[in-house]
């Protein structure tokens, strides 16, 4: 799992960096937008792309693949 916080770099991360990760199978991704206060969660890497990817809402938990007991409240990500 990488998480990416993005200040200035986030068109960088997301067109450049995200299809690096997903040709190299990294299974999840959370791209964190600091600027819109959002947060884009990416899994399932096929081909170099991201299968799935999900925008929880800041009220939202999400939960990573490699610990999904553990529910992380998307407002204290990007807080």
Known sequence: M???????TLDY???VKLSLYARHGIPEV??????AGGLAVFRE????QYRLMHKPTTSET???????VVRVA???VLA
């Open 74 to 76: 998307v407002a204290d």
């Open 62 to 68: 999400v939960a990573p693949l490699w610990v999904p």
């Open 13 to 15: 991360d997301r067109d």
């Open 30 to 35: 959370w791209l964190c937008d600091v600027k």
């Open 45 to 48: 890497p096929i081909e170099g």
């Open 2 to 8: 990488i998480v990416e916080v993005s200040d200035t």
